[in-house]
């Protein structure tokens, strides 16, 4: 065997060992918070993000996710941010490519650390220069807080997404908000600035401040589903316009809308196959 293919063998050798430990570390980010908390989010009837993103993409088609190794090794001091607390890809669901945005609960209670403002941006940008339908699977329990100060002042952080939920309704881009558990404090403002907005029966709650805080401010005693579940908010305030029992309907009830979004304006010609004579 010659040194050339001495040092081609090594090189592939190599290039496999890289890749191998690639695929390792993005198993254990595809696991969020862990198994323990998975379980936590079964044992609430609530399916994981990774479960909600498979199951509302079309069958045997791919996921093309964007960003799996954003936080990666970040915020050691806070327990890490796997993912950036966020799934992010392109799928195609009823045979269009749309833009899914998915918290994970499992990570610090979906809340938003600095990457997974800049995660979230960089989803609506995509949406926008491609003109693809953008999806939310909101799961929240807001900003984290002791890290708030790096998330709300700059022109590109957390208050641009909602200059960009303004942008894409005036370009005609549609945006569907699913409220599967928690959507708290600046975050409740996405789903109600989207075109359609869904919440889940008994898991689903979105309010700016929550009972505790409630209590705090003004001493009135109320509990989570009356501030803002899913009667009030579909009932009573008109936040919300689709009231659903459980994961798997959201998510067939945003198939389904999907499936009813027209086209966006053409050229009005076509390139045809000229024939001879």
Same mark, same amino acid.
């Given at each position: 065997?010659?040194?050339?293919?001495?040092?081609?063998?090594?090189?592939?050798?190599?290039? !496999?060992?890289?890749?191998?430990?690639?695929?390792?570390?993005?198993?254990?980010?595809?696991?969020?918070?862990?198994? !323990?908390?998975?379980?936590?989010?079964?044992?609430?009837?609530?399916?994981?993000?990774?479960?909600?993103?498979?199951?509302?993409?079309?069958?045997?088609?791919?996921?093309? /996710?964007?960003?799996?190794?954003?936080?990666?090794?970040?915020?050691?001091?806070?327990?890490?941010?796997?993912?950036?607390?966020?799934?992010?890809?392109?799928?195609?669901?009823?045979?269009?490519?749309?833009?899914?945005?998915?918290?994970?609960?499992?990570? !610090?209670?979906?809340?938003?650390?600095? $990457?997974?403002? %800049?995660?979230?941006?960089?989803?609506?940008?995509?949406?926008? /220069?491609?003109?693809?339908?953008?999806?939310?699977?909101?799961?929240?329990?807001?900003?984290?807080?002791?890290?708030?100060?790096? $998330?709300?002042?700059? %022109?590109?952080?957390?208050?641009?997404?909602?200059?960009?939920?303004?942008?894409?309704?005036?370009?005609?881009?549609?945006?569907?908000?699913?409220?599967?558990?928690?959507?708290?404090?600046?975050?409740?403002?996405?789903? $109600?600035?989207?075109?359609?907005?869904?919440?889940?029966?008994?898991?689903?709650?979105?309010?700016?401040?929550?009972?505790?805080?409630?209590?705090?401010?003004?001493?009135?005693?109320?509990? %989570?589903?009356?501030?803002?579940?899913?009667?009030?908010?579909? /009932?009573?305030?008109?936040?919300?316009?689709?009231?659903?029992?459980?994961?798997?309907?959201?998510?067939?009830?945003?198939?389904?809308?999907?499936? !009813?979004?027209?086209?966006?304006?053409?050229?009005?010609?076509?390139?045809?196959?000229?024939?001879?004579?």
């Amino acid at each position: 065997m010659t040194k050339k293919e001495i040092d081609q063998n090594l090189n592939e050798d190599n290039m !496999k060992l890289q890749l191998s430990r690639l695929q390792h570390r993005f198993e254990k980010i595809k696991l969020g918070g862990g198994e !323990k908390r998975i379980a936590q989010q079964h044992a609430q009837g609530k399916m994981s993000v990774r479960e909600r993103v498979n199951y509302l993409i079309d069958p045997d088609t791919s996921f093309l /996710e964007i960003g799996a190794f954003a936080g990666y090794d970040m915020y050691p001091d806070e327990g890490g941010c796997p993912a950036g607390g966020v799934v992010v890809g392109i799928g195609y669901v009823r045979g269009r490519q749309c833009v899914i945005v998915a918290n994970d609960a499992t990570v !610090k209670a979906g809340a938003w650390f600095p $990457i997974t403002g %800049k995660k979230n941006l960089r989803a609506q940008e995509i949406a926008m /220069e491609n003109r693809l339908p953008i999806i939310y699977l909101v799961d929240s329990a807001g900003v984290f807080l002791p890290m708030q100060d790096e $998330i709300f002042p700059d %022109k590109e952080h957390f208050g641009r997404i909602f200059r960009n939920n303004a942008k894409m309704s005036s370009m005609g881009i549609p945006q569907i908000a699913a409220i599967m558990g928690s959507c708290v404090a600046g975050g409740a403002y996405l789903p $109600i600035m989207s075109d359609e907005a869904l919440i889940v029966e008994g898991t689903g709650s979105i309010f700016l401040a929550g009972p505790y805080l409630v209590k705090a401010a003004i001493g009135e005693d109320v509990d %989570k589903e009356t501030l803002g579940g899913a009667s009030t908010q579909s /009932e009573i305030s008109g936040v919300t316009d689709y009231k659903v029992p459980n994961d798997q309907v959201c998510l067939d009830t945003i198939k389904d809308l999907v499936d !009813k979004l027209g086209h966006f304006p053409k050229a009005g010609f076509d390139r045809v196959r000229l024939h001879p004579g």
